[in-house]
T-cell receptor, first 111, second 114 residues
Framework: DAKTTQPPSMDCAEGRAANLPCNHSTISGNEYVYWYRQIHSQGPQYIIHGLKNNETNEMASLIITEDRKSSTLILPHATLRDTAVYYCIVGRETSGSRLTFGEGTQLTVNP | DAGITQSPRHKVTETGTPVTLRCHQTENHRYMYWYRQDPGHGLRLIHYSYGVKDTDKGEVSDGYSVSRSKTEDFLLTLESATSSQTSVYFC?????????????FGSGTRLTVV
């Protein structure tokens, strides 16, 4: 599976949009981009995923560049509860795909 | 949330003793995974299962074994615990076409080997 590169940490003001970048320059055509987050010591939580089109759900938006070599997770109105480690992962379709979690980005939302 | 529970939640054990961690799911998902999480290493896959009695190794499988005799249970065993196996262990499940999409993780087991 392709590897990803994320900044180790980011800060965001409460109520503002949080834009978390991810580079995945070696992504293959059949690999998806997944985003998970881990709040404190809880188990990681699925946020969103996409193949090549931009995606939006109730939690976030995912913007994937046309060449698919990078993506951005957008939390439109960050709250203090969004403070967490965010993981960008590239892999084939979930079932049976052994997703590899890197170090992620520690997002701190400040009041 | 999907029904996945890990037991025990916390355990302290002595070096050299066997330890078994249990992951139980009520979602009938085919795929189950064991990860460990350590500072500076993110989550690393230990073993995974793609069906009853079908398991395979992950990237950090040395010192661990698993068993899956029925769909709902995936057991992780440390045959002889070492201090390097002190970690937080997470179980996850997944299934094609399931809702919610993606992996669903348990709450974790914090294991301390003294």
């Amino acid at each position: 599976d392709a590897k990803t590169t994320q900044p180790p940490s980011m800060d965001c003001a409460e109520g503002r949009a949080a834009n978390l970048p991810c580079n995945h320059s070696t992504i293959s055509g059949n690999e998806y981009v997944y985003w998970y987050r881990q709040i404190h010591s809880q188990g990681p939580q699925y946020i969103i995923h996409g193949l090549k089109n931009n995606e939006t759900n109730e939690m976030a938006s995912l913007i994937i560049t046309e060449d698919r070599k990078s993506s951005t997770l957008i939390l439109p109105h960050a709250t203090l509860r969004d403070t967490a480690v965010y993981y960008c992962i590239v892999g084939r379709e979930t079932s049976g795909s052994r997703l590899t979690f890197g170090e992620g980005t520690q997002l701190t939302v400040n009041p | 949330d999907a029904g996945i529970t890990q037991s025990p939640r916390h355990k302290v054990t002595e070096t050299g003793t066997p330890v078994t961690l249990r992951c139980h799911q009520t979602e009938n998902h085919r795929y189950m995974y064991w990860y460990r999480q350590d500072p500076g290493h993110g989550l690393r896959l230990i073993h995974y299962s793609y069906g009853v009695k079908d398991t395979d190794k992950g990237e950090v499988s040395d010192g661990y074994s698993v068993s899956r005799s029925k769909t709902e249970d995936f057991l992780l065993t440390l045959e002889s615990a070492t201090s390097s196996q002190t970690s937080v262990y997470f179980c996850a499940i997944s299934e094609l076409g399931a809702t919610p999409w993606g992996y669903t993780f348990g709450s974790g087991t914090r294991l301390t080997v003294v």
